[in-house]
């Protein structure tokens, strides 16, 4: 009898065993709507996340997304190790990055879901505050260095120009599509967020600052009205002279009719191997609730289209 007895005990034990091991698994798998994930957000993009965010856990109760704010090289590494399956960043994946997850039998999805506008901001005492895209060009390059070069009579000094952080997307966008190289100046200098560099330019005269255009576009929001109280948006001209006429900040109507130049595209990026919560979120960034958020916080949401209104004066 106890020879029988014990079999059946140990098959008894695999089988609650395996029972503890099903309902954990199942406890921790996740849907579009369901479960709990971390996802990685390109720091520049935290304040349209943080806004997007609260409106997705009101909708999907049982829905916990942990977005991780990280510079856009670490928020891809994370992506590329399988720590996150989803990254909201500034560029598509490369063919490289493609051709490593299929070898993987990973098939990522690439979904636009924004256009954003890089800001240059001034210090409020500073006079000059319009410049072409060739004049930012040679900034960045170190072949133009100081404002007297600029404006004769400026009694500004050398310029310092500061980023977010040297791993970010800023700096890629700098190299990509100001400078068109690999050369940047040894002027420019990186502090540690978009919050630094804000703060770098209210307090330095010489200074220029480039930052995501989110961080101060969305009138709605008291952190974002603070900060327009300290710095100043510069104009961009894509012709010469940079002039009020033909001068523009990164308003959404200047982003959706080109006429504001330093532009880029925002993507959801998933590596999903199935629809889970990430697929949902990403889905929801798209969806015409989530354009409508993105649309509030002053970027320029990819598939709502933005009502431009002309006013006459008599």
Known sequence: MKTLLIPALAVLLIFIS??????KKEKSSDTPTTGAISIAVDETYSPVINDVLPVFHSLY?????????????????????????????????????????HAKKFFPKIIPIAIDGIAVLVNPANPDTLFSVE???????GEITNWKQLNAKSSLGKIKVIFDNPKSSIVRFIVDSITKSGNLSNQLSSMQSNL???DFVSKNLDAIGLIGVSWVSNRNDPKSL?????????????????????????????????????????????????????????????SDKGQRIIQKTGILPYTLPVRLVHIVEE
Request: some cysteine.
């Open 196 to 198: 630094d560099v804000v």
């Open 135 to 141: 004049t930012i060009r040679k900034i960045m390059l």
């Open 61 to 101: 109760k049982f829905a916990e997304v942990n977005a991780r704010y990280l510079p856009e090289v670490d928020a891809l590494n994370l992506l590329l190790k399988d720590s996150v399956r989803l990254a909201i960043v500034s560029r598509p994946l490369s063919a490289k990055e493609m051709d490593f997850f």
């Open 226 to 286: 603070s900060f327009l109280n300290k710095i100043k948006v510069a104009g961009i001209s894509v012709t010469e002279p940079a002039v009020s006429e033909n001068s523009y900040q990164p308003f959404q109507a200047y982003i959706a009719t080109g006429k504001y130049p330093f532009t880029r595209f925002l993507y959801a990026v998933l590596s999903e191997p199935r629809p889970g919560l990430g697929t949902g979120f990403a889905t929801f960034l798209a």
């Open 18 to 23: 395996g029972c503890s091991q099903s309902s």
